[in-house]
């Protein structure tokens, strides 16, 4: 169990004496030291002569040498003959001790011409400004101090929902207005978790007595009341399209379909204790739970089973690296089977894991309680929130793990944390009782419009070049070619293929071998599916050799070996344990 857990108190009177939701006080303003004395000048240092032209050996001894003639001044005429002449032998009449000149002028680069670079150097990407303090601030009264909660999401509507003990509020970004959506009876609180549909309409409310309550946001109004779902608390909520996922303390993970009166369809059971954290992918495909037993679990939508007697050892992978309650999850945007997790006070570590095979990627030691986790939908950044000892947001730049920002303010452990439909402002709620915006993913860059391509295209089945394919109506013989490619070893199906667009559709470019060689005639395309929707079926996607991995059609990276943007796309088909390859070539008619 994780340390310090669980501290909830009704604080009713403060409650009515504090406005929820409402801009907190503002902090004096503290003049930097920059600003200060503004009419303070600033000289250049004391003329110093240039010692180039001195040889310091020979000053010291010519200053020493007048004063000690001062002294004897009775000296025979003979010996100051003899001096005078050892002076000019020795010294070669170097009697200045002091070389005052100017610096002499620059030599004319007579080939500063000849030498111009021809190639203009990129400019550096300037570094993106992180501001440091949070840009606005909410009271939020009586926030329930429990780790294994889940009280705060945004919806895709820009309105920002927060659990504060019985009652639901909503706060409209958009607007800035607050209005309470829900008081919960007292037997049946706390509210102890919420999460918007993905219509950004409709949120689903966890409570203490073990009931989910379903809501109309538009029209403030009840639709319904799931009972019998668990036998205790609702922790955790995750939303599939039209099935409302719910992990309760009592370590059941239950699907409902709330489009229908039986709604419990399937369950998954593998947690022993409470079941703090739920994602699923963003393809529908996998699902991921974290509990206080200290296990991960990645479920498979296929996996869950309708009889509850029925529903062990249903999990794809079983991890078990973490030392503490597992409540952070997190799936990267950007590649599919990519997901990271923290780990509660004893732990302290984020970790990334590979989902389709299982394997943990790299983990890294925050040094405190991992709080929330939040990718960054613009760039390679993972956001963290922690507890003691400070309590701050910790940006990390992907896959390096180097901090780029500490945010502070906060003065007790970042319970949670909600990123806006944007992706550009996140929100934390901390056990302080306050809720601060920070704009600390910045505004995402304008995409310029892509040149449009100067070829048609079309779908086929088959892996041969556009020259050697029949017409759709004659598919059927592509498989010798598949088979060809597969088994030849200068021609085999490699996963370094460009990502393009043909027009206005995700396209893989060009075969290449494990050379390198490129094939430019040869053009090759996902399976065409609704709204080329490629992400609904990633978990097919296999490859045909050893040098490929498994991923979404579009995946950015290969661990190991750091090719960017590149990646086969297999569909299932007939090849033994591979598949057949979709592609697409120039328009022409049949």
Sequence with gaps: MDAGSRSISSGKSRAAAQRPLQEAGSRPYMPSLS???????????????DRSAMD???????????KKDKENAAASPSKEAYRRLLAEKLLNNRTRILAFR?????????????????????PAKQRRYIPQSAERTLDAPDLVDDYYLNLMDWGSSNVLSI????????????????SELVTVEEDNGPITSVSWAPDGRHLAIGLNSSDIQLWDTSSSRLLRTLKGVHESRVGSLAWNNNILTTGGMDGRIVNNDVRIRDHAVQ????????????????????LASGGNDNLLHIWDVSMASSM?????????HRLEDHTAAVKALAWCPFQSNLLATGGGGSDRCIKFWNTHTGACLNSVDTGSQVCSLLWNKNERELLSSHGFTQNQLTLWKYPSMVKMAELTGHTSRVLFMAQSPDGCTVASASADETLRFWNVFGTPEVAKPAPKASHTGMLWLGS??????????????????IRKYAEDPTKSVMEILHVEEIPAKPILKRWTNDQGTYYPNIWHSTFYLKAMDVEAFDHTYVGLDALMVSGAPFAERRDGLGFEDRMACLVPGTLPGNGEIACVGKQRNC
């Design 267 to 286: 369950t998954y059971q593998g947690h022993s204790q409470e079941v703090c954290g739920l994602k699923w992918s963003g393809s529908g495909q996998q």
């Design 163 to 178: 659990a504060l003990g019985d009652t639901m509020y909503l706060w409209d970004a958009s607007s800035g207005s607050t």
């Design 35 to 49: 600003t200060r004395n503004p009419s303070a000048k600033c000289y250049g240092d004391r003329f110093i002569p």
């Design 308 to 316: 509850p007697s029925a529903g062990r050892n249903q999990w794809l």
């Design 464 to 481: 041969a070049p556009p020259d050697q394919t029949p017409c759709p109506s004659r598919m059927s013989g592509m498989e010798k070619s």
């Design 102 to 122: 100017n610096k002499p002028p620059e030599p004319e680069n007579v080939f500063a011409a000849d030498t111009v670079s021809s190639h203009q150097a990129k």
């Design 56 to 66: 310091m050996d020979v000053a010291h001894y010519l200053l020493t040498e007048g």
